[in-house]
């Protein structure tokens, strides 16, 4: 079986400020892959970044980076000098190589101006 | 180019009617994903097509739910009759086979559903 934690529900920032997202996960898969995507009001889930069991590289993207760590199951979101475009609500996912997708349940971030 | 598209986006019934959903993924993408996310939740799979053949529909609750996509492009969603446990937001998702597992999902705005 395989599982998403994102043991933050709601995290409350003001702009400017930093902000971490935790994902752990679970898997007895030696192949998977893990996403995060960010769900704005709107409604339409939009695609952040993929990363392979294989590729413990972190990746920098503008005000974005994350942190996979397989040693500790984790692939950490950082958003840096929050702003409030960044609210939404932030999923971290897990993919197996059949295919099936779990989704955690979701991080609110809210910046506020 | 245009994403995935799907309608109503919002759709209020009483419990016990019927009620479907449509959507049409990205041009050229093979594979088609219907996802319901329940309030404060994330998204959990329905069933994925592979053009037009139902590769995994072990989560669609085939007492209530069909689905179909016909020619392998647009799909519809349907639930009859309803319950009030069916409101949430059903989401469509596409992907093109060639990029495997690994790659991503587009999703669509969703279609929320309200069950009176």
């Known amino acids: 079986a395989q599982k998403v934690t994102q043991a933050q529900t709601e995290i409350s920032v003001v702009e400017k400020e930093d902000v971490t997202l935790d994902c752990v996960y679970e898997?007895?898969?030696?192949?998977?892959?893990l996403f995060w995507y960010k769900q704005p009001p709107s409604g339409e889930l939009v695609f952040l970044i993929r990363r392979n069991s294989f590729d413990e590289q972190n990746e920098i993207s503008g005000r974005y980076s994350w942190n996979f760590q397989k040693s500790t199951s984790s692939f950490n979101f950082t958003i840096t000098a929050s702003q409030v475009v960044d609210s939404a609500v932030y999923f971290c996912a897990l993919r197996r190589d059949d295919y099936k997708l779990s989704f955690g349940a979701g991080t609110t971030v809210t910046v506020r101006a | 180019e245009a994403g995935v598209v799907q309608s109503p986006r919002y759709k209020i019934i009483e419990k016990k009617q019927p009620v479907a959903f449509w959507c049409n993924p990205i041009?050229?993408?093979?594979?088609l994903y219907w996802y319901r996310q329940n309030l404060g939740q994330g998204p959990e799979l329905l069933i994925r097509?592979?053009?037009?053949?139902?590769?995994?529909d072990s989560q669609l609750p085939k007492d209530r739910f069909s689905a179909e996509r016909l020619k392998g492009v647009d799909s519809t969603l349907k639930i009859q009759p309803a319950e009030l446990g069916d409101s949430a937001v059903y989401l469509c998702?596409?992907?093109?086979?060639?990029?495997?597992?690994?790659?991503?999902?587009?999703f669509g705005e969703g279609s929320r559903l309200t069950v009176l």
């Open positions: 041009s050229g993408h093979n594979t």
């Open positions: 998702a596409s992907s093109s086979y060639s990029t495997g597992a690994g790659g991503e999902l587009f």
């Open positions: 097509y592979e053009n037009e053949e139902a590769v995994d």
């Open positions: 898997t007895r898969d030696t192949t998977y892959y």
